[in-house]
């Protein structure tokens, strides 16, 4: 069985930094693309920032520049620098990872963390 939990939400100022953590734990054999999604109330789970299994990434053009995906496959992680946020970012942030165990691959979610920013 796979779990993922994150860490790293919070209240902050707007121009202010956070640092989302996702790891994930169980019978892993192998991980693939990894990302960040977030849902804002009354609106639908956006993509925010992916990596892949070889480093590349892609960003919702609202955050590039700002935002940075990172993983350390070790550790079976993938991080999320925000910086300079802004009020419009504030929802819940959700990890999604591509996971491969004994019984094949499956795309498995973290259990959400709440971000704020006050203007």
């Known amino acids: 069985q796979v779990q993922l939990v994150e860490s790293g939400g919070g209240l902050v100022q707007a121009g202010g930094n956070l640092r989302l953590s996702c790891t994930a734990s169980g019978s892993i054999v192998g991980t693939g693309t990894m990302g960040w999604y977030r849902q804002a109330p009354g609106k639908q789970r956006d993509v925010v920032a992916l990596?892949?299994?070889?480093?590349?990434?892609n960003y919702q053009d609202s955050v590039k520049g700002r935002f940075t995906i990172s993983r350390d496959n070790a550790k079976n992680t993938v991080y999320l620098q925000m910086n300079s946020l802004k009020p419009e970012d504030t929802a819940v942030y959700y990890c999604?990872?591509?996971?491969?165990?004994?019984?094949?691959?499956?795309?498995?979610w973290g259990q959400g963390t709440q971000v704020t920013v006050s203007s």
């Open positions: 999604n990872m591509a996971i491969s165990t004994m019984s094949g691959k499956k795309y498995y």
């Open positions: 990596i892949l299994g070889g480093g590349g990434t």
